[in-house]
């Protein structure tokens, strides 16, 4: 009995800890075949176009809160909400963005720009060297 507790409990925290991976939607450009995306450590893009797959790793993930538009909302209106916004306690007013260089085995590049809110799905754009533009949202 207490060893299936153990196993139970030992597969909700690896649960837990595993990264978030976001698929790429049928709404992306045609051109893309497959692709993912995990914004949490390991951090990893993946994007097939063709028979060509390019990869990022390791790119930085920036936080956007506008603490002075916030303020201005919250402060005299709603302050205990203000207070918990400034505290870092509610984090549904940020947003996230990325500028990963996925690159591929024969030394291809795509620049791309993703952004996304809190509790929303990523999307933004790739562009090839050539200067083509790929749209990418993630589910």
């Not at 549904?92 to 996925?102: K, L, Q, R």
């Not at 085995?105 to 790929?134: F, H, N, R």
């Given at each position: 009995?207490f060893k ?6 030992g ?13 790429l939607?049928?709404d ?8 993912e ?9 993946t994007?097939t ?7 990022a ?9 506008n ?7 919250y402060?005299?209106?709603n ?8 505290a870092g ?9 990325a ?6 085995a024969d ?5 791309c720009q ?10 933004g754009?790739?562009q ?7 749209q990418?949202?993630?589910?």
């Amino acid at each position: 009995m207490f060893k299936t507790g153990l196993i139970v409990a030992g597969a909700a925290v690896i649960a837990g800890c595993a990264p978030h991976l976001h698929q790429l939607r049928a709404d992306s450009s045609p051109a893309l075949v497959r692709g993912e995306f995990i914004h949490e450590n390991p951090r990893r893009l993946t994007l097939t176009i063709g028979d060509r797959c390019y990869i990022a790793e390791g790119f930085k993930i920036h936080r956007h809160t506008n603490l002075a538009e916030l303020q201005r909302r919250y402060r005299n209106t709603n302050p205990k909400h203000w207070d918990r916004i400034f505290a870092g306690l509610d984090r549904s007013h940020e947003t996230y963005s990325a500028e990963p260089v996925p690159k591929s085995a024969d030394g291809a590049e795509l620049t791309c720009q993703l952004a996304w809110g809190a509790g929303k799905t990523p999307q933004g754009a790739c562009q090839d060297k050539a200067g083509v533009e790929y749209q990418v949202h993630f589910d």
